[in-house]
């Protein structure tokens, strides 16, 4: 089938509105504003429905969780939180990449051989 987003973002203000993501399986609702980590639900064909409640962060500093999970491990000696393995990782750096391939995106310098 086809597909089709709709987008609307800004820096520094907020939008009431929630994200919802449709898949074969089930369907994500973020609750809103969804450009900020807070509460979800996912639904599923038989009508089950799994609910996430957690307040919304009011801030601007993306990757903010994933800052403090860094600071914390780094503190404790790690390399590494089982959390997010380097594999994990490494592996949504290629899904991003693929999808930046398939949509012909390309950033300044990438190709170019390091000297």
Do not use: C, W
Not at 32 to 49: A, H, L, S, Y
Not at 68 to 73: E, F, K
Request: charged share 20%; aromatic share 6%; hydrophobic share 40%.
């Amino acid at each position: 089938g086809g597909s089709q987003a709709v987008i609307n973002t800004q820096v520094h203000n907020f939008s009431p509105a929630a994200a919802t993501i449709v898949g074969s399986e089930a369907t994500l609702t973020i609750d809103g504003p969804f450009n900020m980590p807070g509460g979800f639900e996912i639904r599923f064909p038989d009508g089950t429905r799994l609910r996430h409640s957690e307040p919304a962060g009011g801030h601007f500093e993306g990757l903010h969780y994933e800052a403090a999970a860094v600071a914390r491990a780094i503190a404790a000696g790690k390399t590494e939180i089982p959390q997010r393995p380097l594999a994990s990782s490494i592996r949504t750096m290629e899904v991003a990449d693929e999808i930046r391939r398939q949509l012909g995106i390309e950033f300044p310098g990438e190709g170019i051989a390091p000297a």
